[in-house]
């Protein structure tokens, strides 16, 4: 049997999060595992999933379990996926680790959604601007050099370098290539390399990002500890599904806490990163009971404040950058336009 291929496909959550709910709902009707696997040829499920299913129903057929079956195609199916459905196999707790899968999913759908909404405006801005320079490097300034030249004044010292520049550029395009991509990956290196630790540091002092941390981590949590499953287990499980350090190093953090006999909260308070908000529901869950319940009130509250706060500093970024353009403009036209004008008045006179 062959197993799908790793570089023509990717992982999709959408379609994890269609397949984990439906399996959840078959199974907790009590339909034969085989019938449940042949019903998801039936979803709209993208062409690398729907040839997936047909590979797992001959696994299933064979009667290996769910974890062995997925297991075979790890292109599609992360980790994190195949081993809460291994722990939801082992404990009986499948319809719970299924239904959690789905949550989880969804989450990761909506925050990718809500980045990418809150980005496009200002990556959109950042695009214009740079295709605004390129147009002006390379078009602009070599006329505004001729017109100095041809009124017999001096290049003033930036027209001069720009157009050193935009001529190098021009005439050595492939060598621009060269030194531009090397740049990239030297800057690549040097980041991942060395400056990786010192980023995340840095971007923790940003209440966003801060935010954004603790409410995928109790979203997670939460998500976890409904299915029901060994809770060291799902945490453990949980740090192979992402590539955040920080959301790693809460993972590892509250697991190795847990392990010496702490509760979560204290955990939290030991780790520090969390709103005091979170960490007193948390305790409150903990000691009256009703974590589960507690948990998932937190994260709705958490995607709340996310949703407000992301909206709020789109709000800023928008105006903010329509200024940069301005102001770019505006210098542009201070350095090289308004001398021209001058020398021309000159020569008028």
Known sequence: MKKVRLMRNKIHYDDLALIAG????????????IMIVDLLK????????????NGIKEYVLKGESLEKSFKQYPNLYPEFFIGMIAMGEKSGNLYKVLKGLEDYYKVIIFFNNTVKSALSYPFLILLTTIGLFIFLLLFVIPNLYEFYINLNNKVPLMCEISYRF??????????FLIYFLNLIFLVWFLYKYY????FIVLMNKFKTYREFNEFLFISILGIIIKSGINLSDGLICATSNFKNMDLIDRFIA???????????SDSLISKGNYSKYTVSIIKLGEEGGGIEERLESLTIYLQERLIDMINKKTAIIQPVSIL??????????IIFVLPLFSSMYEVAI
Do not use: C, H, Q, W
């Open 195 to 198: 400056f990786k630790n010192k």
């Open 324 to 333: 940069i353009i301005g102001g770019f403009v505006i210098l542009f036209l």
């Open 166 to 175: 935009s001529k190098f550029i021009r005439e050595n395009t492939v060598e």
């Open 42 to 53: 039936e979803l709209p499920l993208r062409k690398s999933y729907k040839d997936s299913i």
């Open 254 to 264: 509250l697991n190795n806490n847990i392990l010496k006999g702490e509760s979560i």
């Open 22 to 33: 439906n399996i959840a709902i078959l199974y907790k009707e009590g339909i034969s595992m």
